[in-house]
T-cell receptor, first 114, second 112 residues
Framework: KAGVTQTPRYLIKTRGQQVTLSCSPI?????VSWYQQTPGQGLQFLFE???????NKGNFPGRFSGRQFSNSRSEMNVSTLELGDSALYLC?????????????FGPGTRLTVL | GQQLNQSPQSMFIQEGEDVSMNCTSS?????WLWYKQDPGEGPVLLIA?????ELTSNGRLTAQFGITRKDSFLNISASIPSDVGIYFC????????????FGEGTQLTVNP
């Protein structure tokens, strides 16, 4: 099976712009989560989507939003970019089996805000 | 913010040595996951633990789910240069869907 894919891998934007990142989960996985990784804050949970519904949301401002499509692919959007939004954005897809949950990460999108 | 305390923050070891790292929390988790991340890449799942006291191995890696459900440990035996990277623990609570809480990471350096 193909792993989690994220596009684009690298992105450079300027303050005030908006950006959309895309994630395709592992085939058959219906849960997609997004995380922000920065040197100072580490890995922080943004939100989780399951069957096109937001199931969980982290402590981020409303400028960060997401959605999930019927094929489980997900997008996240950041509006009015700030310098502090520069980070590695990671998408993860999850599969829940009888034994428990496993979460697999994509390679990430490196966003640089100038 | 993060709720998991991971230690040590960094380790410098010689090839062939064993490595131990751990994660502790003030709250209970029902799943512990251990990941390794290489520069510029996403974390790769190493081991998943689901029951208190569970001990699971993956090659030279062994991880344990603490009895109190508030901690977990990862051991790497006979380290090799490709073990270099950042190791993260992550906990999942029963009521949190797929929301993982991460430790700060352990940066491992292996000298040949």
């Amino acid at each position: 099976k193909a792993g989690v894919t994220q596009t684009p891998r690298y992105l450079i934007k300027t303050r005030g712009q908006q950006v959309t990142l895309s994630c395709s989960p592992i085939s058959g996985h219906r849960s997609v989560s997004w995380y922000q990784q920065t040197p100072g804050q580490g890995l922080q949970f943004l939100f989780e989507y399951f069957s096109e519904t937001q199931r969980n949301k982290g402590n981020f401002p409303g400028r960060f939003s997401g959605r999930q499509f019927s094929n489980s692919r997900s997008e996240m959007n950041v509006s009015t970019l700030e310098l502090g939004d520069s980070a590695l954005y990671l998408c993860a897809s999850s599969l829940k089996r009888t034994s428990g949950v496993k979460q697999f990460f994509g390679p990430g999108t490196r966003l640089t805000v100038l | 913010g993060q709720q998991l305390n991971q230690s040590p923050q960094s380790m410098f070891i010689q090839e062939g040595e064993d490595v131990s790292m751990n994660c502790t929390s003030s709250s209970i988790f029902n799943t512990w996951l251990w990941y390794k991340q290489d520069p510029g890449e996403g974390p790769v799942l190493l081991i998943a633990l689901y029951k208190a006291g569970e001990l699971t191995s993956n090659g030279r890696l062994t991880a344990q789910f603490g009895i109190t459900r508030k901690d977990s440990f990862l051991n790497i035996s006979a380290s090799i240069p490709s073990d270099v990277g950042i190791y993260f623990c992550a906990g999942l609570k029963e009521t949190s869907g797929s929301r993982l809480t991460f430790g700060e990471g352990t940066q491992l350096t292996v000298n040949p």
